[in-house]
């Protein structure tokens, strides 16, 4: 989850045989009331989406499908546009990251992961500091 200034504030890793819903519900989704939420096609179900309306109050902006019954061309560009920081955000980690990254335990590769998650947070808030 990271905000329009490119800091990321919950993570949430998961195996690669779960589902990408399935670790949405895994976060704790702490937004305020009316925020939106930017997902990609694979968060795409009007299931969690309505709970999400509903439970959280918060305003999933998806990208759709085109043969999605809930695709509508400007919401689909809204989505599109808000999506691109998450993106960013996905590439400035990526290169953070080594080639590989070594560890001998789950939970020696969690850490180092979440190291370099805090090394991109600290790198924001030092250029925000310096200008």
């Given amino acids: 989850l990271v905000d329009d200034g490119k800091f990321v504030h919950e993570v949430n890793l998961t195996p690669g045989s779960f589902h990408d819903l399935a670790s949405l519900l895994l976060l704790p989704l702490d937004l305020p009331e009316g925020a939106e939420l930017y997902l990609d096609r694979g968060y795409e179900s009007h299931l969690y989406e309505d709970l999400l309306r509903e439970a959280q109050e918060v ?15 400007w919401m689909q560009y809204l989505a599109i546009v808000g999506r691109r920081v998450v993106e ?13 990254i070594h560890a001998v335990t789950q939970e020696g590769f969690v850490i180092k992961v979440l190291t370099f998650v805090l090394a991109h947070n600290i790198s924001l808030l030092t250029q925000k500091m310096a200008g």
């Fill in 59 to 73: 305003v999933p902006m998806v990208i759709r499908r085109r043969n999605s019954r809930r695709y509508l061309p």
């Fill in 88 to 100: 960013t955000v996905g590439s400035m980690l990526h290169h953070l990251f080594p080639r590989r």
